[in-house]
């Protein structure tokens, strides 16, 4: 049964810096390409950023320069570091897993695992 179990949330100030995890087990973890994206109320899931198995990363346009994705495949771990946030990247964040390699911009859709997501607030 595959888990992801995301961490790292919280409250901080615009400027501020947070790093998530996403702790994954029950798959072949470092095999899989790996993403992040969010959700604001009402909104639909909005692919962040991913990373395939040979560590090549790609972003939102929305977030390029200020978030940067790493895996450990030793610890089965996808990190999301966080700088220089925003008020508007207040929402939650969700881990997600693919078994392989689909795009560089991945839709929702196209991923096979979820976690259930942790909460990033940036207050103004």
């Known amino acids: 049964q595959v888990q992801l179990v995301e961490s790292g949330g919280g409250l901080v100030q615009a400027g501020d810096s947070l790093r998530l995890s996403c702790a994954a087990s029950g798959l072949t973890f470092s095999s899989y390409y790996m993403g992040w994206f969010r959700q604001a109320p009402g909104k639909e899931l909005e692919f962040v950023a991913v990373?395939?198995?040979?560590?090549?990363?790609y972003y939102a346009d929305s977030v390029k320069g200020r978030f940067s994705i790493s895996r450990d495949n030793a610890k089965n771990t996808v990190y999301l570091q966080m700088n220089s946030l925003k008020p508007e990247d207040t929402t939650v964040y969700y881990c997600?897993?693919?078994?392989?390699?689909?795009?560089?911009?991945?839709?929702?859709?196209?991923?096979?695992?979820w976690g259930k997501g942790t909460l990033v607030t940036v207050s103004s």
């Open positions: 990373i395939n198995s040979r560590a090549n990363t």
């Open positions: 997600a897993a693919r078994r392989s390699y689909i795009s560089t911009s991945p839709r929702a859709s196209d991923m096979d695992y």
